[in-house]
């Protein structure tokens, strides 16, 4: 009896050496425990709020001019309308009653990180005064939340004569609400109450939309244990890999509704891949004959983000995107203004 405690003590002493000799070794190469160092910082004035829930898209930035610091050290001011969308001009009476162009997208089309008139959306509208420009853009958003905003605005009696829909290949994670955009995207919660729309395949490949709290649970020792934390987020990628299969299918089955809802409205579509990898979205529009223009740059290039402070597009990879916007837009949709 006496041996068998012994070689169960040792054993055990060795599993906990083992666990230890792990943990020390994931905190040397930088692998932390979920704490609140996760969280972003950022500080908003006033009130120190972003964002407010919102029904259909889970949420919405709110109306009124914001001071935002990142880091403590780095600042931008950004403005938006009584809708929440982010304005493009100082005088936006001027184009009232003029044909639409509404820019969909994420933080890239928003301008997370630059002033109001430093984003793609102000230079379109600068440049093309005989249109009303708005830009659609919010952070966090997907392409599910871009067609459950036309399809509100459509239902409102509303439409643009020009639709631009900006892509970029991580709203596929966000359309189905990965583990790891869950983590991702939960540090974003103390700026307001946020929910998120998401889609799921039925067993008869329809889409099934669903909407969930911004919240992420981690398991009781991955708060104090880099290693547990480790084998959390490894166990979340498998389930996310086997979601990662379907999400090119679920995109363009979500890209076709925008589609669809362009031509039953006499709308002009155009899609824009504005970072990184153009393949997906370059073969979705050729196979189905959609107006497509490639802008993205190298972000990697010195001076074409904030870092160390963000890693979003600087106010120079947006004059880089919109030179070849304009380049597209002037030879196919639109007559630049009179000099």
């Known amino acids: 009896m006496?041996?068998?405690?012994?070689?169960?003590?040792?054993?055990?002493?060795?599993?906990?050496?083992?666990?230890?000799?792990?943990?020390?070794?994931?905190?040397?190469?930088?692998?932390?425990?979920?704490?609140?160092?996760?969280?972003?910082?950022?500080?908003?004035?006033?009130?120190?709020?972003?964002?407010e829930k919102d029904t259909l898209l889970g949420y919405k930035q709110i109306a009124g001019k914001f001071d935002v610091t990142l880091k403590k050290e780095f600042h931008f001011t950004?403005?938006?309308n009584k809708e929440g969308n982010r304005v493009t001009s100082y005088h936006p009476e001027k184009y009232e009653g003029k044909p639409e162009i509404w820019m969909l997208g994420c933080s890239f089309t928003h301008g997370w990180s630059i002033n109001d008139d430093e984003t793609l959306a102000w230079q379109l509208q600068s440049n093309f005064e005989d249109y009303k420009v708005e830009n659609w853009g919010v952070?966090?958003?997907?392409?599910?939340?871009?067609?459950?905003?036309?399809?509100?605005?459509?239902?409102?009696?509303?439409?643009?004569?020009?639709?631009?829909?900006?892509?970029?290949?991580?709203?596929?994670?966000?359309?189905?609400?990965?583990?790891?955009?869950?983590l991702g995207?939960?540090?974003?919660?103390?700026?307001?109450?946020?929910?998120?729309?998401?889609?799921?395949?039925?067993?008869?490949?329809?889409?099934?939309?669903?909407?969930?709290?911004?919240?992420?649970?981690?398991?009781?020792?991955?708060?104090?244990?880099?290693?547990?934390?480790?084998?959390?987020?490894?166990?979340?990628?498998?389930?996310?890999k086997q979601m990662r299969l379907k999400h090119p299918q679920i995109t363009r089955m979500i890209l076709d509704r925008i589609v669809t809802l362009c031509k039953e409205n006499n709308i002009k579509l155009l899609m824009v891949n504005i970072h990184q990898n153009k393949n997906f979205l370059e073969s979705y529009c050729f196979k189905n004959?959609?107006?497509?223009?490639d802008i993205s740059v190298n972000l990697n290039q010195e001076g074409y983000t904030n870092e160390p402070y963000d890693g979003h597009p600087s106010a120079k990879a947006n004059k880089v995107y919109w030179n070849k916007l304009e380049t597209y837009l002037g030879n196919r949709f639109l007559k630049k203004n009179k000099k």
């Not at 929910?195 to 398991?219: A, C, F, M, R």
């Open 2 to 51: 006496k041996s068998i405690v012994k070689v169960v003590v040792v054993n055990l002493l060795v599993l906990l050496g083992l666990l230890f000799s792990a943990e020390i070794g994931l905190r040397v190469i930088g692998k932390t425990t979920y704490t609140d160092k996760l969280k972003a910082d950022i500080v908003v004035k006033p009130n120190g709020k972003y964002f």
């Open 78 to 80: 950004t403005t938006h």
């Open 139 to 182: 952070e966090g958003y997907g392409t599910l939340q871009f067609l459950l905003k036309l399809e509100r605005a459509l239902k409102q009696g509303r439409k643009p004569e020009i639709l631009i829909v900006n892509h970029i290949n991580f709203h596929f994670e966000r359309n189905t609400f990965t583990f790891s955009r869950r």
């Open 185 to 240: 995207v939960s540090t974003w919660n103390r700026l307001g109450e946020l929910n998120q729309p998401y889609v799921e395949l039925t067993d008869k490949g329809d889409l099934l939309i669903k909407h969930s709290e911004v919240e992420y649970e981690p398991w009781f020792f991955s708060k104090f244990s880099a290693l547990s934390f480790y084998v959390q987020k490894k166990y979340e990628w498998y389930l996310d």
């Open 289 to 293: 004959n959609i107006s497509f223009v």
